[in-house]
């Protein structure tokens, strides 16, 4: 909580402070109040001021000062409160091709103009309705992308790229959620090289082609012994190439899990590590 407690340390400056005095004589009159930005308290319960008696418009504001990661997330762990305006929809980032929408703060016309003007442990919003174009958009530091919309359908990320590229790099921890994500053939959706990727509720495809043995929708060149990463796939649908992921030499798939429907095709959950999982964690 280091940048936390340097603004209340130094964040109310002597300048911000203002004392009433009042004329005690007449009747009715208050004691002497103390007044802290727009607040007043008794002097005498100064010892009891904390940043809890700031309504939620304020401490969002100053919220948006503090890195997501680790600032906000230490302070999620304070009280019930301040997790629920960590979560806040307010401090996200969104990506949105309406020109209303462009005017608004911490809105962007793409992703890639999302991912270089966040920070590390941002959520980035994408707008349902018209697909998003990425192609190799990189990934250097922890975020999470979430579909603006409870169908995974109606928010879509379209990689029109050539021949073994992909629509996102993650070279850190991702957490990807609500959306469905397309790659021309050849293409992969995904690209995991180092941290933790988190696949939950999404729809992942790669078109048809006669070479489909050589596409996977998932490919990870991250080898868990050194990287310390890992792949967990949550009630995803996977759709397309002769295997739903291409893993590195050491990889392999673990606690897999298939629905077959109808509708929906596979969806799948499995996790992707170098060690053999049990109930209790990795085998040693």
Known sequence: LSSWSTYCEHGMAESQ???????????G???????????????????SIHLDILDDTVLLRIFKYLTPLPDLFNIALV????????????????????????????????LEDAVSSSRPGDTIVLEPGKPHVICGVNVRWPLQFVGGSSLITETQLVCPGGEY??????????????????????ASCLSHHKGRLILESCALRNDTHPLEHLCAPIRTSCDSTKERGRISVVETRIEGGAKAISCFAGERLQQVRVIYTSNSGCVFWFEVGGKALTDDGPMK
Not at 17 to 27: A, D, I, M, T, Y
Not at 33 to 42: N, T
């Open 17 to 27: 402070v203002q004392r009433f005095h009042w004329n005690e004589s007449l009747p």
């Open 29 to 47: 009159t208050p004691k002497r109040l103390k007044k802290v930005h727009s607040f007043m308290v008794p002097e005498e319960e100064d010892a």
């Open 79 to 110: 009280c019930r409160r301040f997790h629920e305006l960590k979560n806040d929809e307010r401090l996200w980032l969104t990506v949105s091709h309406r020109s209303t929408q462009l005017k608004l703060p911490r809105t962007y016309p793409s």
């Open 165 to 186: 590229e992909s629509g996102l790099e993650c070279w850190a921890s991702c957490r990807i959620a609500g959306l469905t994500i397309r790659a021309n053939p050849l």
